[in-house]
């Protein structure tokens, strides 16, 4: 089985050009977010203000993702 997979990895490796990582998956899916989704409908990031009723926002909650390189973490986008 083990010889199997790494045959099937190796001709992904080859037709694709590249290793695919999470992060390679998932902005070619924030890519096709845009093409597939009305703009209306499309996934937004995960970061609301949290506010008292007539008050100035006093925080945030996001929930981020680690850029890859170290980068600043950005928000999930959630439907």
Known sequence: VAYFEDLLWK???AAIGKVV???H???YM???????FRQAY???AF??????PAHY???TLAIEA??????????????
């Open 66 to 79: 680690e850029a890859p390189g170290g980068g600043m973490p950005e928000p999930i986008h959630t439907l």
């Open 47 to 52: 970061c609301y203000a949290v506010r008292r």
């Open 25 to 27: 998956f998932a902005e």
């Open 57 to 59: 926002p006093e925080g």
């Open 30 to 36: 924030q890519f096709h977010y845009r093409k597939i």
């Open 42 to 44: 499309e996934p937004r």
């Open 11 to 13: 001709q992904l490796v």
């Open 21 to 23: 990582t999470p992060a």
